[in-house]
């Protein structure tokens, strides 16, 4: 428990990042939330519930995508920054295990985003009724908020886990970041490219869908699906394929970390 408060200490010291992307979120969902209502008020007729629920789904999947976003610079960062400035030698010369120092990152970070995207919701709530004049069913809000949230957990798990794997190898900071980038936005693109011309795996075999650089992308799209239809096997089963990959990155980081000279970093 004390690792993970003083894990949640630097995310509260870091006062900068604290207060500029809230804003940064604020500042697009008022934007967005401002376009809309010019929309509306310049049509012939009244907005429907159905559009208005739009509307508001459009702007949670907007908190959710920044979110995600946000919490792969954090994972990437989580490790190899207090590798690289040398700092990680200080909670090592207590007497914590490797992997719990592991574990507590990956909790402070898994709490960290679910709370940011309930205030995100908050705030996208109070525009909608501001901007739109209508309230959303509380069962819609509770649905979108839950589905996408359920996605962010499984979202900051697979990458703070990935970080971990790849800051227990690497000093670089840079290179970590990058590497989470780039896995998160193209890795399914290089998955599909790299079964074109050598294995022609069926697109609706398992193999296909659960491979570790397609998993997140068929999870994106299964949520995409439960919005407006039932909650299906299929998700679960990637859901749960998602965090045996995780579960993989956290034992091979542990492992390294374990063995590891950090006396050797900068």
Known sequence: MKLLINEWRKYLKKTRSAIIIPIILLLILIIYFSTMHF????????????????????????????INFISIIY?????????????????LTRPYQRYKILLAKIAAITTLMPVFLIISVIISLLLHILTIHQMPEISIILKYTGIHGIFILAITIFFTAFALMLSSVFNSS??????CIVYYFFASSL???????????????????????NVNSYLIELISKTVDQPVQSEFFIT?????????IFFLIATLIFRRRDISLSN
Do not use: M
């Open 239 to 247: 859901l749960a394929a998602n965090i045996a990959y995780a579960l």
């Open 174 to 179: 840079a290179l970590v970041t990058g590497s």
């Open 191 to 213: 998955w599909s490219t790299i079964n074109f011309f050598y294995f022609h795996l069926p697109e609706d075999g398992w193999i296909y869908k659960l491979n570790p650089l």
């Open 39 to 66: 929309v509306i008020s310049h049509t012939s007729h009244s907005i429907s519930k159905n559009d208005s629920d739009h509307v508001f789904l459009f702007s949670i999947t907007i908190c959710y995508n920044f």
């Open 75 to 91: 994972a990437s960062n989580i490790l190899s920054s207090e590798i690289s400035k040398g700092t990680v030698k200080f909670i």
